[in-house]
């Protein structure tokens, strides 16, 4: 699979993450987005042996858009930094069940179960419990006819990076995400989620300047509704 460049330079490389790809290997053994960026730079180069690729955030395997990967340690570890601190902002769109309010700011806690992968809201007094933030700001609405629902598009500014979190936040407000198959009883075998990483602002890791970088979204269903 052919990976799609947006930026690169000596210790960065920004590309788009197609959906149902995973960012990083897994015990499946499918294709990841490590080994895709090291292939990339090892052909392009024409490195012998390893080649470095640091990991320095996820997107979910049926979520696509723009990734940031580290071609140095001090890269990596300057760019983990930013994602410890929330200086890395990470802008999504997403296509929800229902009309949403114009605007809003979801605050919850959240818990994992790591045995079943599935993430809940639990009360804040809930010792397991992490917090977990992001608002957003309604771009659009519209009916389908193939569905017989309506849609909303939604931008997300996401303040904490827990797992699952755009999914069960919205899904727990019922407006679940279109195609989620894990948080949506609404969603059918086959549909692609409607979740794409859209925006990433970060700090170049050496010479420190503010960079942005955009991944446009799919002109497929249920994107090209709006």
């Known amino acids: 699979m052919d990976l799609k ?11 788009e993450k197609p959906v149902n790809i995973l960012s990083q290997a897994d015990n499946t053994k499918d294709l990841d987005m490590v080994s895709m960026c090291k292939a990339y730079v090892k052909e392009k180069y024409n490195k012998p042996g390893n080649v470095y690729i640091g990991l320095v955030h996820r ?11 580290a071609k140095t340690s001090k890269a990596a570890s300057r760019l983990s930094d930013q994602v410890r601190t929330r200086t890395m902002k990470k802008t999504y769109k997403a296509v929800v069940v229902g ?35 992001l608002s957003y700001r309604l771009l659009g609405g519209a009916y389908s006819k193939n569905d017989k629902m309506e849609y909303s598009l939604v931008e997300i500014d996401l303040h904490t990076g827990r797992p ?8 727990s407000r019922k407006h679940p995400l279109y195609g989620d198959q894990r948080y949506s009883k609404l969603s059918k075998v ?9 925006r990433l602002e ?7 300047e503010v960079m942005v970088f ?8 249920p994107w090209n509704l709006f």
């Open 5 to 15: 460049v947006i930026y690169e330079d000596n210790h960065l490389l920004v590309v």
């Open 59 to 69: 997107l979910d395997r049926p979520v696509g858009g723009v990734m940031v990967f």
């Open 99 to 133: 009309r949403c309010e114009q605007a809003g700011d979801y605050v919850d806690y959240l818990y994992k179960n790591t045995k079943t992968n599935m993430v809940k809201v639990v009360d804040k007094s809930n010792k397991d419990g992490k917090r977990a933030s």
């Open 164 to 171: 699952h979190q755009i999914r069960v936040q919205f899904s």
């Open 190 to 198: 086959g549909q692609q989620i409607g979740l794409w990483a859209a």
């Open 202 to 208: 970060l700090v170049h890791p050496t010479n420190k």
């Open 214 to 221: 955009e991944a446009e979204l799919p002109d497929s269903y």
